[in-house]
């Protein structure tokens, strides 16, 4: 079975930065592509980053030029480098696995989630 665990998440201050760590694990040889959606309470989820097996990258235009996905396929582990962290960068933050469909990110699979708040 597939399992996704994130670890890296808390509370940091405005300018400051987190690194967040998604392990997968289970059978997810025909899944491509890790990314990291974000919700904050009251809004709609929204799609932060992916990157494919391959190390092609999206991001979401506001977190552009501050955040970086990376992936270490010899460890099935996709990471988050955020930095310069805003307050309304503040959400709960999930780890998912899946393919790209028709040019589009698909999610199949999707972790517990690791809390990100940004407040000084």
């Known amino acids: 079975q597939v399992q996704l665990v994130e670890s890296g998440g808390g509370l940091v201050q405005p300018g400051g930065s987190l690194r967040l760590s998604c392990a997968a694990s289970g059978s997810i040889v025909s899944f491509n592509t890790m990314g990291w959606y974000r919700q904050a309470p009251g809004k709609q989820r929204e799609l932060v980053a992916s990157?494919?097996?391959?190390?092609?990258?999206n991001y979401a235009d506001s977190v552009k030029d501050r955040f970086t996905i990376s992936r270490d396929n010899a460890k099935n582990t996709v990471y988050l480098q955020m930095n310069s962290l805003k307050p309304e960068d503040t959400a709960v933050y999930y780890c998912?696995?899946?393919?790209?469909?028709?040019?589009?990110?698909?999610?199949?699979?999707w972790g517990r989630g690791t809390q990100v708040t940004v407040s000084s």
């Open positions: 990157i494919t097996s391959g190390g092609s990258t």
């Open positions: 998912n696995l899946g393919v790209i469909m028709w040019s589009q990110y698909r999610p199949n699979y």
